[in-house]
T-cell receptor, first 113, second 110 residues
Framework: DTAVSQTPKYLVTQMGNDKSIKCEQNLGHDTMYWYKQDSKKFLKIMFSYNNKELIINETVPNRFSPKSPDKAHLNLHINSLELGDSAVYFC????????????FGPGTRLTVT | QKEVEQNSGPLSVPEGAIASLNCTYSDRGSQSFFWYRQYSGKSPELIMSIYSNGDKEDGRFTAQLNKASQYVSLLIRDSQPSDSATYLC??????????FGDGTTLTVKP
């Protein structure tokens, strides 16, 4: 039983395309996140949703748009992909009751050519 | 200044030794602190949480928190080659904003 799942695992696309990454958690958590981990392995928070409401929106180009249809799902849509968007994107979930201990999905490796 | 800073690695210890990983944070709004382990090509995995000053032990792992000094550490006793990974320190505010350090890469040599 996968706790936090992401699809796809790998995504190779060309500059200028639009792509989406999906995330689902079956932990019953109320908070979900998107992180970007670049080639230097630095993990940077992009967005956070709590019960479908956006609560954290870090300095991210507006080409990135998160959507949370329900508290178990958080998707990330990226418009007009650029070379610099190449990275591993991690979804994570947590809940207030455990002080936001986070559980990560397996990651989506995005390569923009 | 980064919000969460970790001692720059890489850190190499022999098998059976104690590995000491350190972290300082600047946001006094951070209330909860975590250590995550990330193997190469894998996602971060939570290994320790600590919320109050003092030590917290879990098996071979001990986390220490000193909020006055804004300092968090992780000790790994009897280090094993399977402990070789990158360790990420993170702090979280009560609003759920988490900030991660850059990570320290640990290598345990047999």
């Amino acid at each position: 039983d996968t706790a936090v799942s992401q699809t796809p695992k790998y995504l190779v696309t060309q500059m200028g395309n639009d792509k989406s990454i999906k995330c689902e958690q079956n932990l019953g958590h109320d908070t979900m996140y998107w992180y970007k981990q670049d080639s230097k392995k630095f993990l940077k928070i992009m967005f956070s949703y709590n019960n479908k409401e956006l609560i954290i929106n870090e300095t991210v180009p507006n080409r990135f748009s998160p959507k949370s249809p329900d508290k178990a799902h958080l998707n990330l849509h990226i418009n007009s992909l650029e070379l610099g968007d190449s990275a591993v994107y991690f979804c994570a979930s947590s809940q207030v009751e455990t002080a936001y201990e986070q559980y990560f999905g397996p990651g989506t490796r995005l390569t923009v050519t | 200044q980064k919000e969460v800073e970790q001692n720059s690695g890489p850190l190499s210890v022999p098998e059976g030794a104690i590995a000491s990983l350190n972290c300082t944070y600047s946001d006094r709004g951070s209330q909860s602190f975590f250590w995550y382990r990330q193997y190469s090509g894998k996602s971060p995995e939570l290994i320790m949480s600590i919320y109050s000053n003092g030590d917290k032990e879990d098996g071979r792992f001990t986390a220490q928190l000193n909020k006055a000094s804004q300092y968090v550490s992780l000790l790994i006793r009897d280090s094993q080659p399977s402990d070789s990974a990158t360790y990420l320190c993170a702090g979280s505010t009560n609003a759920g904003k988490s900030t991660f350090g850059d990570g320290t890469t640990l290598t345990v040599k047999p």
